[in-house]
């Protein structure tokens, strides 16, 4: 089983930045990737990154704004978030799985979740 702790959640000033972190506790599945839902709206997929490709995928809502990278050795996924709107405000969660491309934006793809770090973007 394996387990995701994200962290770095936090109350931020719209324009500012945030950075979250996913440490997983083995690495036995292909793809990390983060999820976000704000109160009454389904979740979001955010970015996606295999382990094996450095290029990672962005929903288009935060395309431009927020980077997802990864460090293979600590079993880790950062999420950079910039430019910070109040829309943005949700709940995020990482996600790990072994999706197919073209699915991998959809959360049912995912065997793994995190408890979800908040973050909230004042306006």
């Known amino acids: 089983q394996v387990q995701l702790v994200e962290s770095g959640g936090g109350l931020v000033q719209a324009g500012g930045s945030l950075r979250l972190s996913c440490v997983a506790s083995?690495?036995?599945?292909?793809?990390i990737a983060w999820f976000r839902q704000a109160p009454e709206k389904e979740r979001e997929f955010v970015a996606g990154?295999?382990?094996?490709?450095?290029?990672?995928r962005y929903g288009n809502s935060v395309k431009g704004r927020f980077t997802l990278s990864k460090d293979n050795a600590k079993n880790t996924a950062y999420l950079q978030l910039s430019s910070l709107k109040p829309e943005d405000t949700a709940v995020y969660y990482c996600?790990?799985?072994?999706?197919?491309?073209?699915?991998?934006?959809?959360?049912?793809?995912?065997?793994?979740w995190g408890q979800g770090t908040q973050v909230t973007v004042a306006s």
């Open positions: 996600a790990a799985g072994n999706p197919i491309l073209t699915a991998e934006e959809r959360d049912s793809s995912y065997y793994y």
């Open positions: 083995e690495r036995n599945f292909r793809t």
């Open positions: 990154i295999r382990w094996s490709n450095e290029r990672p």
